[in-house]
C-alpha cells in the first residue's frame, strides 16, 4: 500500500549542481503534480501531467523541467540548482475522470542549496 | 486567479475542545471544490474533508465538518472533540471544475494543548 513515493527525502545541493527528484505511484493514477512547499507560502505549483506523454507548466515552472516516463513516473529536475530553491517539494497524483477526486501525495523532498 | 486566504496562521485549543479554522476564497467560477489537509510533523499531506460548491448541505467526516458559506465564499472547518494527534498544519485548498492545480492558503498551525 505505497501510494506515491517520492526519493530521496532529503537533499543538499550547491549552487550550479544538477538534482532529479523521483516520483512513482502505484495507484493507476493518469494525472500526476509537482507542488513546492515554501514557509507561509502553502503549496504552489509547478509542473503537472494530465497523462503520459504530457506536460504542463502551473504557477512556478522556471527552473524546472519534467519527464512523465510512464504511467507511474514522473520526475522533477532542477538543471542547475539556486538557493531560492530551497523547498520541501511533494509529489502528488490523481485519477482525473470529470469526479472529483483528492490527490494523493508524497512524503516529500527537503531540498537545501546552498 | 483563484486566491485563498487563511487568516489565522496559528491556533490553539484544549484537547476535547472544538476549534474552527478559517478560510475564504476569491473565484469567478460558480462551480468548484473545496478541499481540507492536514499536514503533521511527518510532513505528508492528509486530506481531512472535501466540499463540492453546488452542494448545499455541509460536508461531515466524523469530527471534522465545514461551513460552507457559498455567497460569502467561507469554507471553515470545525473540529470536535479535539484530539492530541490533530495537531498539526491545516490546509485549504481549492480547484475548479475542469482545472487540474490546487490553489492552496497559507495553511494554519493547529496546536492541541493538554
Known amino acids: 500500500n505505497a501510494g506515491v513515493t517520492q526519493t530521496p527525502k532529503f537533499q543538499v545541493l550547491k549552487t550550479g549542481q544538477s538534482m532529479t527528484l523521483q516520483c512513482a505511484q502505484d495507484?493507476?493514477?493518469?494525472?500526476m503534480y509537482w507542488y513546492r512547499q515554501d514557509p507561509g507560502m502553502g503549496l504552489r505549483l509547478i509542473y503537472y501531467?494530465?497523462?503520459?506523454?504530457?506536460?504542463d507548466k502551473g504557477e512556478v515552472p522556471n527552473g524546472y523541467n519534467v519527464s512523465r516516463l510512464n504511467k507511474r513516473e514522473f520526475s522533477l529536475r532542477l538543471e542547475s540548482a539556486a538557493p531560492s530553491q530551497t523547498s520541501v517539494y511533494f509529489c502528488a497524483s490523481s485519477f482525473e475522470g470529470g469526479q472529483n477526486q483528492p490527490q494523493h501525495f508524497g512524503d516529500g523532498t527537503r531540498l537545501s542549496i546552498l | 486567479a483563484q486566491t485563498v486566504t487563511q487568516s489565522q496562521p496559528e491556533m490553539s485549543v484544549q484537547e476535547a475542545e472544538t476549534v474552527t479554522l478559517s478560510c475564504t476564497y476569491d473565484t469567478s467560477e460558480s462551480d468548484y471544490y473545496l478541499f481540507w489537509y492536514k499536514q503533521p510533523p511527518s510532513r505528508q499531506m492528509i486530506l481531512v474533508i472535501r466540499?463540492?460548491?453546488?452542494?448545499?448541505q455541509n460536508a461531515t467526516e466524523n469530527r471534522f465538518s465545514v461551513n460552507f458559506q457559498k455567497a460569502a465564499k467561507s469554507f471553515s472547518l470545525k473540529i470536535s472533540d479535539s484530539q492530541l494527534g490533530d495537531a498539526a498544519m491545516y490546509f485549504c485548498a481549492y480547484r475548479g471544475v475542469g482545472a487540474q492545480k490546487l490553489v492552496f492558503g497559507q495553511g494554519t498551525r493547529l496546536t492541541i494543548n493538554p
Open positions: 495507484m493507476n493514477h493518469n494525472s
Open positions: 466540499q463540492e460548491a453546488y452542494k448545499q
Open positions: 501531467s494530465a497523462s503520459e506523454g504530457t506536460t
